[in-house]
């Protein structure tokens, strides 16, 4: 490993440590509890993304790679990351009514809406992460795309930007 490496190696783990010390310290203080609409949105694109990854059976190390990115990426708290992981776990266990979920998502937030994009683009993201689309993944794509109001052909030329093999 070169010097260089090594050392944006060291600042990315402080990095990481800074920010663990930031979230930690939110939620000492309360400011780390989502409102009822934002636990919704976690509860809901986290337990999607925890049913999506087991449509095919197993959950692959790009699938919970993925999930862990999108808490980075959105800066969840710690109590905002418990909920998704719970959220997850359920999914995961199909312990969740995937329409329902959808239709609960829907009424606060209707297609075309950028949470509903960002919940489908986090599923997209998902059900690629591996290169591959096993068909019941691409069932549960289309279950989704139906139930947030989408034109079926969304999928398919969504799809079609990630090259993935189905």
């Known amino acids: 490993m070169s010097d260089s490496s090594a050392a944006t190696g060291k600042f990315e783990g402080i990095r ?3 920010n ?4 930690l310290l939110s939620d000492l ?12 949105v976690i509860e809901v694109i986290f337990g999607l ?4 990854a087991k449509a095919d059976r197993l ?15 959105t800066d969840l708290s710690m109590t905002a990351r418990r909920i998704a992981m719970e959220a997850f776990e359920r999914g995961m266990l199909r312990n ?3 329409h329902a979920e959808l239709l609960r998502f829907v009424d606060a937030h209707p297609a075309g809406s950028p949470p509903a994009e960002r919940l489908y683009d986090a599923l997209l993201r998902l059900a690629t992460a591996d290169g591959r689309l096993d068909p019941r993944e691409y069932d549960t794509m289309v279950q989704v795309t139906r139930d947030l109001g989408l034109p079926a052909i969304t999928l398919d030329n969504r ?5 993935v093999k189905r």
């Open 20 to 23: 663990d010390i930031r979230l």
């Open 16 to 18: 990481g440590v800074i």
């Open 49 to 52: 993304m925890g049913y999506l």
């Open 59 to 73: 959950v692959s190390s790009h699938e919970s790679n993925l999930a862990n990115q999108i808490m980075d990426e």
């Open 29 to 40: 203080l309360g400011l780390g509890k989502p409102d009822e609409d934002t636990q919704m």
């Open 96 to 98: 969740i009514n995937v």
């Open 159 to 163: 799809l079609a930007m990630f090259n």
